[in-house]
Structures are given as structure tokens and as C-alpha cells.
């Protein structure tokens, strides 16, 4: 199915028929509802934001990639065992060609996009897993990472993160969803709950307190080591649910995983 002509995506491939992957993998769902499930993850390289404590630094801030075909990524994802398939980034919904490939995929997988809520797409998708991006996201000069300079991106990560009419369209248009909140203390509580309800003021879908998801801000063990109880007890004072990060528990930082 058709992308939204309205939506512009200024980082697809001019050829049409790739995508920029960066990497494709077998391994448990770290994060989520789905948290434990084994999947397979399609990576993409690329973003219309820039998180300052971005976890997929190689697909945002300095993006790396090998171009491959839809047809070949189906084909790469059929060697794998996992009947869940998660298309991730960066954003993959900055790519046109991101429609062929869920549509390619949605009768044999279970397909997850995560995606930051600013974009909308027409493809399949079983369960939208939307991390909205809050104030304590926008990089800055005093904590971009290490050898970058946010430049333009303060006041454009700042200006586009949040798009309700997007989010409404994605929580609309999925079987299942998730709002997805990295959360770097409790100062971040008063914006998600104003966003959550603004969301709810203009979906016609149901959102539930167990679709809004804590996620604790943390990239390594050490970092989660002083910030998931904080979370946790956040997420248990407002009714909402608290997702791990269960890749990082097990593998640290490690790479494909």
C-alpha cells in the first residue's frame, strides 16, 4: 500500500528501490510489549531527528549503511528464524521504499515499526511501537555526543518532534500500539502526561494506561544500574506500564543485538 503523498521524505533513495541498512539481525526484543520475543530487526539508517542520547548513533548522528533492495532484504530475513520482524532506525519512515518492504513482509511476519511519531505510513504494521520524543531529548552544544555539534538540529529536533496528527493517524492505523517514553527522571513526567492526553484528545482510538510504556534512558548496564528503579517507581505512581531494555541487561552496548 501507498506511503501518504503529503508526507515528504527527503532521505529516500533517488533510485526507489533500496534501502539504506545498517544492520539486519536475529535477537530478542529488548523493549516494549513484546519484550523476550524473538525477532529479527531491519535497521535503518537515517533520521528527521536528533536525540542526544540517541542509541543507534550510527543511523543518526554519523549514519553508515549498505544499500540493499527490498527483494533482497525479504530474501535475508527469510535465512532468519524469528517469525517477528522489526523495522526500526533511526526513522525508517523517512523511507519511501519502507512501504514495499512491510508489504513484502506482512503475510509471513508479525511486523513492528518503531518509529518517533512524526511521520504516517499506509503499509501493514501489527504493532506501531511510537517513542515520541520529549523536551529532554534536544541536543544541545553542552550535551550532543562527543565530537558532534548539534548546529541546526537544537531548534529543529526542538520544533518537529511531536506531530499529533501523525501519532493519531499511527495509533489509528496499526492493529496494536505502544507509546514508547524515554525517560531521564521525573522531570519528564508532566510532559507525557499533557502529551498522553493530548493524544487522546485526537484519536478516535482507545489509549489505555498499559499502552504507555516507561522506558528508562541508558545505553549500557552501568547507566540502566542508576536509572530503572527511578523509572520503575514513575511508572508505578501514575498507572502507566515500565518497559527494560532487556537487550542492554543481557549484551551491554554489544552490537546486532
Known sequence: MPV???????????D???????ELFASLQGEGKLAGVPST???T???????WFCDSYHTSWEPTHAWMTVEDIVAEVGELAPSHVVVTGGEPLIHEETSALL??????YHLTVETNGTLETDAPVDLASISPKLASSTPTPENAPEGT????????HETERIDLDSLSSLIEHADDFQLKFVVTGPDDMPEIETLVSDVRGVTNHAVRDSDVLLMP????????????????????????RYTPRLHVDLWNDAPET
Do not use: H, M
Open 45 to 51: 539508517s537515517g533520521c528527521n531527528l536528533r536525540c
Open 217 to 240: 534512558e541508558g545505553q549500557t548496564r552501568e547507566a540502566l544500574e542508576g536509572s530503572r528503579t527511578a523509572v520503575a517507581d514513575l511508572a508505578a505512581e501514575f498507572g502507566y
Open 41 to 43: 530487526f531491519v535497521r
Open 4 to 14: 501518504s503523498d503529503s508526507v515528504s521524505r527527503p532521505d529516500s533513495d533517488a
Open 16 to 22: 526507489g528501490d533500496r534501502l539504506p541498512i545498517n
Open 103 to 108: 508489504s513484502e513482509l506482512s503475510d509471513d
Open 149 to 156: 555539534d548539534p548546529g541546526v538540529w537544537t531548534d529543529k
